[in-house]
């Protein structure tokens, strides 16, 4: 099974970027079509973005579609997730996980990092 563990959050002001990474391990990586979800306080986890194996292909949500990018480096088994033109409805704990299948459901995704807190202040 696949491990992921997240980095890069941090608290930033309205209208920052931020870009954020998720470490894999296994030779697997590949196999894997990646996500990045988050979740607020007091709210549900949610699907932000979703990226292919080899990465031809995206989806994203609504709310971030034309601000963030999901990236991946099957090299360095990493994949990423750069938000620009943060707005304070972006804070959240943000959440690396990896499916067998080009997903935007929580169920889908069987492995998950521990997740890395983005603030945005106003």
């Known amino acids: 099974q696949i491990q992921l563990v997240e980095s890069g959050g941090g608290l930033v002001q309205a209208g920052d970027s931020l870009r954020l990474s998720c470490a894999a391990s296994?030779?697997?990586?590949?196999?894997?079509?990646m996500g990045w979800f988050r979740q607020a306080p007091g709210k549900e986890r949610e699907f932000v973005a979703v990226?292919?194996?080899?990465?031809?292909?995206?989806d994203y949500a609504d709310s971030v579609k034309g601000r963030f990018t999901i990236l991946r480096d099957n090299n360095k088994v990493m994949v990423y997730l750069q938000m620009n033109s943060l707005k304070p409805e972006d804070t959240a704990v943000y959440y690396c996980?990896?499916?067998?299948?080009?997903?935007?459901?929580?169920?889908?995704?069987?492995?998950w990092g521990q997740g890395t807190q983005v603030t945005v202040s106003s």
């Open positions: 296994g030779r697997t990586f590949s196999k894997y079509f």
């Open positions: 996980g990896a499916s067998q299948t080009f997903a935007t459901t929580i169920p889908a995704f069987g492995s």
């Open positions: 990226i292919s194996r080899f990465g031809v292909s995206t």
